[in-house]
């Protein structure tokens, strides 16, 4: 009876995981307590709050509730303008707030208020500047892209200069750092190189005449990123161009023709998992680096879950994976990581799985554990690979992989098998009598597996040494039920549990008095 209710509990929560679309967003607006449904700019800081700069004011979100900062006119440590353009963090912790047309802020975390900053483009000071972009150098310098050019700031001295001017007041929408090169993206002006004596020197994309492009689509270029040292630029209406950043030739141009007229103009673009990001005015793009095929996502009527506003105006992912989309009316749209699905697979692969409680991602292949099941999916190919016969009868409840090539699985009564990918050998662990029902598996940074059981306890398995030592609540852990375990930036370790709550070991070194 036990068993079937086990069952049951991880049927429920497993149920629909798998097979659905690839993104599901969440949508944060004006309802929520965002001031405006125009996001210009997100930034997540290193106390872990969300920033979300919009057209009337600076919001900050904890996850539950917003505060949200405007211009106040007699007070002069408030912002200049409400109306904002970008948010950066230094790393002395402050933010740096980019304004429409009130130039920048600096929000000082510590004192909780804003210090205008006057910044010299030409010889006199002006706040009214509409500030696009930054870029460290060092430690104390940073580039600031205006409408009327660059300034250099120093963060110590306050003190600000404006560099690379050509007499032309270039507004410079991006700057990006490649190796030694300082490229400047502008509005109208294509790009530049920001030389080492602070010069701005044209460059000129090759484009060869079998990529048929119209040149004025790429004179602005609204974002930068790089991938295996080739450079990946949006552009706005010739969608996005592969550049070989050593003679700036561009070897292939992306354009996403359908129905929406806006699709190639790009926003921004941002590489995660080996596939680019692209926002658009009309919607979001998929590009597979591997392959070079695309998937587009818009708006769609009858699903609560798309994207709720097909004009994207910026894109941010943070350390957790998690995709947030700024909008031009629908505020905030974001995909966490851990709710996301497989996507849509044709009926003849998606049929294949069925009753699955785990999966894995080694960066290749999906690595998919159910009810005498083990099977692999290449999300490139659609190629499954049926591994069942490595576990026998049983059920995978958990999975992980270690950097040697390793997949180590968590069962249902036996224990943990670690198989090699390449030898296709396979190592047993624990027993069925002691540790054998395991529902989560986390690998730490010293290669040791920490083994959650559901009623014996916590394992610690040193992988080098195959050593294993077992806890319990006699070592002032919660409960003997270890649901789930995480282990976070500043090497904590911590168990979630059934019936004894959330336990923290801090550093992950066991002893009482490192648990909370």
């Not at 507004?171 to 602070?198: C, D, M, P, R």
């Not at 790089?226 to 550049?243: I, N, P, Q, T």
């Not at 996502?297 to 995709?323: A, M, R, V």
């Amino acid at each position: 009876m036990f068993k079937n209710l086990l069952l049951n509990i991880l049927l429920f929560l497993t149920s629909g995981l798998l097979l659905s679309q690839s993104h599901r967003f969440k949508h944060i607006t004006s309802e929520d307590g965002l001031s405006t449904n125009f996001v210009s700019s997100i930034l997540k800081d290193d106390k872990g709050f969300m920033w979300f700069g919009t057209q009337d004011g600076l919001c900050r979100y904890d996850g539950y509730q917003f505060k949200v900062f405007k211009n106040t006119n007699e007070n002069k440590s408030s912002l200049s303008s409400s109306d904002i353009t970008r948010i950066y963090q230094h790393n002395d912790g402050m933010l740096y707030i980019g304004t429409r047309n009130s130039g920048l802020n600096i929000y000082n975390p510590y004192k909780d208020s804003f210090e205008r900053i006057k910044l010299n483009v030409d010889k006199d000071g002006s706040n009214e500047l509409k500030v696009n972009c930054f870029l460290d150098l060092d430690n104390t310098t940073v580039l600031i892209g205006t409408d009327k050019g660059i300034v250099s700031f120093n963060s110590k001295t306050k003190e600000s200069k404006g560099v690379g001017l050509t007499g032309k007041k270039l507004e410079v929408v991006f700057l990006f750092k490649y190796q030694s090169q300082i490229i400047v993206a502008t509005e109208g002006w294509g790009l530049w190189q920001l030389t080492n004596n602070n010069q701005l020197k044209k460059i000129n994309l090759l484009l060869p005449p079998s990529l048929k492009i119209d040149p004025t689509e790429i004179e602005t270029i609204n974002s930068i990123t790089e991938v295996d040292g080739k450079l990946f630029l949006a552009s706005h209406g010739g969608g996005v161009l592969k550049v070989n950043p050593g003679n700036f030739a561009v070897e292939k141009v992306f354009r996403f023709d359908d129905d929406t007229n806006n699709i190639n103009f790009i926003e921004d673009v941002k590489v995660i998992d080996n596939k680019l990001l692209a926002i658009t005015r009309g919607g979001g793009i998929v590009l597979d680096l591997r392959t070079e095929k695309h998937n587009l996502f818009s708006k769609e009527e009858t699903n609560k879950h798309s994207i709720n506003d097909n004009y994207l105006t910026t894109i941010f992912i943070d350390e957790q994976k998690n995709i947030w989309l700024g909008t031009f009316s629908g505020g905030v749209n974001v995909s966490f990581s851990q709710t996301q699905k497989f996507p849509n697979l044709p009926k003849e692969i998606s049929e294949q799985f069925q009753r699955t409680f785990s999966a894995y991602d080694d960066g290749t292949d999906l690595w998919i554990g159910g009810e005498k099941s083990l099977k692999t999916l290449n999300p490139a190919t659609n190629v499954v690979k049926d591994l069942s016969s490595v576990i026998g009868e049983n059920y995978i409840l958990s999975m992980t992989g270690d950097k040697q090539g390793n997949i180590w699985i968590g069962t249902w009564g036996v224990g943990v098998f670690k198989y090699n990918k390449t030898t296709g050998t396979k190592e047993e662990f624990l027993s069925s009598e002691f540790g054998g029902t395991v529902l989560s598996l986390c690998l730490d940074k010293n290669q040791k597996l920490w083994i959650g059981s559901y009623g014996d306890g916590l394992f610690v398995l040193d992988t080098r040494t195959n050593e294993v030592k077992n806890y319990n609540v006699a070592d002032g852990i919660s409960s003997d039920k270890i649901t789930a375990i995480y282990n976070d930036k500043n090497g904590n370790i911590w168990l979630g549990t059934d019936g004894g709550g959330a336990c923290l070991i801090k550093g992950g070194n066991i002893g009482k008095k490192n648990l909370l």
